[in-house]
């Protein structure tokens, strides 16, 4: 059980586009996800906190309007990179916990490539 | 605010050996501790948690870990290394961020080599 499936796994996009990272619980309901950024050989920064039915709280220095997050259900929660740039160019991972529980599931991570 | 060290960037350990990867937290609070492990261009896999009881946890892959709060430490063991054992290890303590959300902090990793 707890399994957090993240899609695409890759994904190689042209500067000054869109593009659209999905999270899922598939067998719990996460009331809460987080979406993290991993630069090559550093640890992972928080990005943004979401909750099911409310806006996403970003930390300190994230561009909420460049990092758009929508946690519709309490299985899915996306992250859209609006117009890409090469320093966009990252690793990132999500996870989800329960309500009431103590650890977080991660996905398998999305790494985003912009040219 | 919370926050983890993980002082050691690389640990090479020979195959059968006992391996420890180090990890001091500080929390507001009790803590909550967690230890993850993370293979190539892949998510971090749970290995274990501390958050109340005995102070050595067991997890998955025959690795432990013991909390020490006197030392806010919260080392991860193994008593024999395998190969398949190298990977990149992070230490995360929860705690909660400026907007109140519980969040967790992790470290900045260590990466394990087991060495045949």
């Known amino acids: 059980g707890a399994v957090v499936s993240q899609h695409p796994s890759w994904v190689i996009c042209k500067s000054g586009t869109s593009v659209k990272i999905e999270c899922r619980s598939l067998?719990?309901?996460?009331?809460?996800m987080f979406w993290y950024r991993q630069f090559p050989k550093q640890s992972l920064m928080l990005m943004a906190t979401s909750n099911e039915g409310s806006k996403a709280t970003y930390e300190q220095g994230v561009e909420k309007d460049k990092f758009l997050i929508n946690h519709a259900s309490l299985t899915l929660s996306t992250l859209t990179v609006t117009s890409a740039h090469p320093e966009d160019s990252s690793f990132y991972i999500c996870?989800?916990?329960?309500?009431?529980?103590?650890?977080?599931?991660f996905g398998q991570g999305t790494r985003l490539t912009v040219v | 605010a919370q926050s983890v060290a993980q002082p050691e960037d690389q640990v090479n350990v020979a195959e059968g050996n006992p391996l420890t990867v180090k990890c001091t937290y500080s929390?507001?609070?009790?803590?909550?501790l967690f230890w993850y492990v993370q293979y190539p261009n892949r998510g971090l896999q749970f290995l274990l948690k501390y958050i109340t009881g005995d102070n050595l946890v067991k997890g998955s892959y025959g690795f432990e870990a013991e909390f020490n709060k006197s030392q806010t430490s919260f080392h991860l063991k193994k008593p024999s290394a395998l190969v398949s054992d190298s990977a990149l290890y992070f230490c995360a303590v929860r705690g909660r961020s400026n907007f109140g959300n519980e969040k967790l902090t992790f470290g900045t990793g260590t990466r394990l080599t087991i060495i045949p």
């Open positions: 067998d719990f309901q996460a009331t809460t």
């Open positions: 929390v507001s609070g009790n803590p909550y």
């Open positions: 996870s989800a916990s329960r309500q009431g529980g103590t650890e977080a599931f």
